[in-house]
């Protein structure tokens, strides 16, 4: 089945700077590869996506890249704020694309 | 509302006993999942319902573990004789489509359950 491996498992900015978090999966046939945040308490939220067929996707201050061949893809936040502080996870899609396979998780944490 | 709503929020339960945990997801969402999440971990795949049919149920851990979606709305997740390791959040997510790549899945908050 499908894995996928996340890194860094936290990540400690100051407020303005950029933060990436990578994710690696290894089911070529995966062809969704979403983020979510998830606040403390509070279930996993989608803050964007990306589909197989696009090399990168951003929305905002946010951007996600994919590289199919190398199999990753990576999330970009730019000038970040305390309120982006939460932990992060990718997911993929398996081969049947009925499940998300998610990462393990990035704790960011952005101090004003 | 219009989220996904889970109950109970928090759940004690000693261990050997039975649970039940309630999802009701977004009117008219035709896809419905369970994923368990252990403390500092990722949601783990449980089960997966499109409409009332259970199409996937390969991430259930056990045959302690059962699920139901019984009209195609509402769905609970039973727990038999719990264990210490049954200790998680357990997270209902919704999705308007058929199958879990063809759009945003919706969560709820969680049940988070501690067996003693």
């Known amino acids: 089945g499908e894995n996928v491996e996340q890194h860094p498992s936290t990540l400690s900015v100051q407020e303005g700077d950029s933060a990436v978090i990578k994710c690696t999966y290894s089911?070529?046939?995966?062809?969704?590869f979403p983020w979510y945040k998830q606040e403390l308490g509070k279930g996993p939220q989608l803050i964007i996506d990306?589909?197989?067929?696009?090399g990168e996707k951003k929305d905002q201050r946010i951007a996600v890249t994919l590289n199919k061949t190398a199999k990753h893809f990576s999330l970009h936040i730019t000038e970040t704020q305390p309120e982006d502080s939460a932990v992060y996870f990718c997911?993929?899609?398996?081969?049947?694309?009925?499940?998300?396979?998610f990462g393990g998780g990035t704790r960011l944490m952005v101090k004003p | 509302g219009a989220g996904v709503s889970q109950s109970p929020r928090y759940k004690v339960a000693k261990r050997g006993q039975d649970v039940a945990l309630r999802c009701d997801p977004i009117?008219?969402?035709?896809?419905l999942f369970w994923y368990q999440q252990a403390l500092g971990q990722g949601p783990e795949f449980l089960t997966y319902?499109?409409?009332?049919?259970?199409?996937?149920k390969s991430g259930l851990p056990s045959d302690r573990f059962f699920a139901e979606r019984p009209e195609g709305s509402v769905s609970t997740l039973k727990i038999q004789r719990t264990q210490q390791e049954d200790s998680a959040v357990y997270l209902c997510?919704?999705?308007?489509?058929?199958?879990?790549?063809?759009?945003?899945?919706?969560f709820g908050e969680g049940s988070r359950l501690t067996v003693l």
């Open positions: 997510a919704s999705s308007l489509l058929a199958g879990g790549n063809t759009g945003e899945l919706f």
């Open positions: 997911a993929a899609n398996n081969n049947a694309g009925n499940m998300l396979t």
């Open positions: 990306i589909r197989s067929n696009v």
């Open positions: 009117s008219g969402h035709v896809s």
């Open positions: 089911d070529s046939a995966s062809n969704y």
């Open positions: 319902f499109q409409n009332e049919a259970q199409l996937d």
